[in-house]
């Protein structure tokens, strides 16, 4: 299994960004698609956003749509999600997750469709 290993995370106001990052070792990066996911304090993990193995295809939870933006240097084994104009509910814990997948074009929204994840990076936005 790939190791995945989160950052950038921290404190921000309302309608400030952050930039997390996802850096992957162990495996075939290119191999991999990825997703994001959040759990905030006393809430289920929720999905956030996917990207197929080639970067072609992406999927964004509704409420984040037109705000996050996710992507990836397969060069450098790294997954980021931009993240716009927060709000004071997208705090949480973000988490990087991987999932060998034999289609380039293919991302997935299920935390049971990924089998490697990360520690997590705790994101709180300040109103």
């Known amino acids: 299994q790939v190791q995945l290993v989160e950052s950038g995370g921290g404190l921000v106001q309302a309608g400030g960004s952050l930039r997390l990052s996802c850096a992957a070792s162990g495996g075939t990066f290119s191999s991999y698609a990825m997703g994001w996911f959040r759990q905030a304090r006393g809430k289920e993990r929720e999905f956030v956003a996917a990207?197929?193995?080639?970067?072609?295809?992406?999927g964004y939870l509704d409420s984040v749509k037109g705000r996050f933006t996710i992507s990836r240097d397969n060069a450098k084994n790294t997954v980021y999600v931009q993240m716009n104009s927060l709000k004071p509910e997208d705090t949480a814990v973000y988490y990087c997750a991987a999932r060998k997948s034999s289609w380039l074009l293919t991302y997935f929204m299920s935390l049971a469709d990924y089998d490697s994840w990360g520690q997590g990076t705790q994101v709180t936005v300040s109103s």
């Open positions: 990207i197929s193995r080639s970067g072609g295809n992406t």
